[in-house]
């Protein structure tokens, strides 16, 4: 049996700008994750998630094509890999071959509710790498991340691709989205070992060294959001809206870009400054879009982490989830705990996550 596991992530700076071809954001892995396990079968295969049901969904191939046995399909991403990942396994002449999968997750609480940690990317990442070792197929860890993008891209076209680059490469990154457009006009074109020998206009994922005095806090507002829903609702406005949006984007840059400048200089109190210029550039998103993206509960659990020196954001799409905030090691933390409890906001036991250099591969 061949288990592996992705990690979670966490948005930290360029929200929302990321989506943009070239626009830089900084994203962190944490240590709860998405398991797939895969073990060889006969005849037929299964896909098994407690996430939608205790059930297995059944599956077969017919004419090289994966078909599901029942209509109502839950787990497109994993689909999705899979197709891709085969596809890929049969351009290097590798016999496909029946397989039980199994999906387990961390990245939801005890009830089911989504923390927002990125469970469809880390699912993603987690079935091309089950995969890859399945069939031997070698792949490094950039192609990796160019299969499950594509898989992405085949479900949901608004996202940036960045929760997966963080399952990918874990630790902090700095990442550029590819240009979609591009991409996926080459697939129609090349086949998907070309694909991932190109360069990919625009993408960039380079990992990132924290200050040793740097510590990440992360709060759960008990709100569950949906990104892509909440993106659709900035695109929509973002025509109406042209120069606004595009002075939020040179803005969120230049923002960012001084954050990975910190990153690099080993300045916390630099991140910092970032942090709430981020979060200021998101509220006035907010306002020329219409889109809520600092929920009353996530403006609540920035207030207090301001209170006790911490510099505080909504993490991600907003709308909900999670916030984060960096602090000085030198800060005590238990008084902010105490005040985020007593707001009805859940600290959140997550630690970065960095992959040992052989888990890499």
Same mark, same amino acid.
């Given at each position: &049996?061949?288990?592996?596991?992705?990690?979670? /992530?966490?948005?930290?700076?360029?929200?929302?700008?990321?989506?943009?071809?070239?626009?830089?954001?900084?994203?962190?892995?944490?240590?709860?994750?998405?398991?797939?396990?895969?073990?060889?079968?006969?005849? =037929?295969? @299964?896909?098994? +998630?407690?996430?939608?049901?205790?059930?297995?969904?059944?599956?077969?191939? *017919?004419?090289?094509?994966?078909?599901?046995?029942?209509?109502?399909?839950?787990?497109?991403?994993?689909?999705?890999?899979?197709?891709? !990942?085969?596809?890929?396994?049969?351009?290097?002449?590798? $016999?496909?071959?029946?397989?039980?999968?199994?999906? !387990? @997750?961390?990245?939801? @609480?005890?009830?089911?509710?989504?923390?927002?940690?990125?469970?469809?990317?880390?699912?993603?990442?987690?079935? =091309? /790498?089950?995969?890859?070792?399945?069939?031997?197929?070698?792949?490094?860890?950039?192609?990796?991340? /160019?299969?499950?993008?594509?898989?992405?891209?085949?479900?949901?076209?608004?996202?940036?691709?960045?929760?997966?680059?963080?399952?990918?490469?874990?630790?902090?990154?700095?990442?550029?989205?590819?240009?979609?457009?591009?991409?996926?006009?080459?697939?129609?074109?090349?086949?998907?070992?070309?694909?991932?020998? &190109?360069?990919?206009?625009?993408?960039?994922?380079?990992? $990132?060294?924290?200050? /040793?005095?740097?510590?990440?806090?992360?709060?759960?507002?008990?709100?569950?959001?949906?990104?892509?829903?909440?993106?659709?609702?900035?695109?929509? +406005?973002?025509?109406?809206?042209? !120069?606004?949006?595009?002075?939020?984007? *040179?803005?969120?840059?230049?923002? =960012?870009?001084? &954050?990975?400048?910190?990153?690099?200089?080993?300045?916390?109190? $630099?991140?910092?400054?970032?942090?709430?210029?981020?979060?200021?550039?998101?509220?006035?998103?907010?306002?020329?879009?219409?889109?809520?993206?600092?929920? #009353?509960?996530?403006?609540?659990?920035?207030?207090?982490?301001?209170?006790?020196?911490?510099?505080?954001? @909504?993490?991600?799409?907003?709308?909900?989830?999670?916030?984060?905030?960096?602090?000085?090691?030198?800060?005590?933390?238990? #008084?902010?705990?105490?005040?985020?409890?007593?707001?009805?906001?859940? #600290?959140?036991?997550?630690?970065?996550? +960095?992959?040992? *250099?052989?888990?890499?591969?």
């Amino acid at each position: &049996m061949i288990e592996v596991s992705a990690p979670g /992530k966490l948005y930290i700076a360029g929200e929302y700008a990321v989506v943009e071809t070239g626009h830089p954001a900084i994203i962190v892995a944490v240590d709860q994750f998405v398991t797939v396990t895969v073990e060889a079968a006969r005849k =037929v295969g @299964s896909i098994q +998630s407690a996430q939608y049901s205790e059930m297995p969904i059944r599956w077969t191939r *017919r004419n090289g094509e994966l078909v599901l046995d029942i209509r109502e399909n839950p787990f497109h991403y994993i689909l999705a890999a899979i197709r891709l !990942t085969e596809k890929y396994a049969q351009e290097k002449n590798s $016999l496909l071959s029946f397989y039980d999968l199994k999906v !387990t @997750s961390e990245l939801d @609480s005890s009830n089911g509710r989504k923390y927002g940690l990125g469970s469809s990317g880390a699912v993603t990442v987690a079935t =091309v /790498k089950a995969l890859n070792i399945f069939y031997d197929l070698h792949l490094s860890q950039l192609e990796i991340f /160019k299969i499950a993008a594509l898989a992405n891209l085949a479900v949901q076209d608004n996202g940036s691709c960045g929760d997966i680059a963080a399952s990918c490469y874990g630790g902090w990154i700095a990442f550029s989205t590819f240009d979609h457009r591009w991409v996926q006009q080459q697939e129609k074109q090349q086949t998907i070992s070309e694909l991932l020998a &190109m360069d990919w206009p625009g993408l960039s994922i380079e990992p $990132l060294e924290a200050p /040793k005095d740097l510590r990440l806090l992360i709060g759960w507002t008990g709100s569950p959001a949906s990104t892509s829903d909440l993106v659709d609702q900035v695109h929509r +406005s973002r025509e109406d809206k042209k !120069t606004a949006y595009e002075t939020f984007l *040179r803005n969120s840059e230049n923002c =960012v870009n001084q &954050m990975i400048q910190g990153f690099k200089q080993d300045d916390v109190a $630099l991140i910092q400054k970032q942090i709430r210029q981020n979060r200021q550039l998101l509220r006035n998103l907010s306002t020329v879009t219409g889109v809520v993206i600092e929920t #009353p509960a996530l403006n609540e659990l920035c207030n207090l982490a301001e209170e006790y020196e911490g510099a505080a954001k @909504s993490s991600g799409a907003g709308g909900g989830d999670c916030g984060i905030v960096i602090v000085d090691q030198k800060s005590g933390i238990l #008084p902010l705990m105490s005040a985020w409890e007593n707001a009805e906001i859940t #600290p959140l036991p997550l630690h970065v996550y +960095s992959y040992r *250099r052989k888990d890499q591969s």
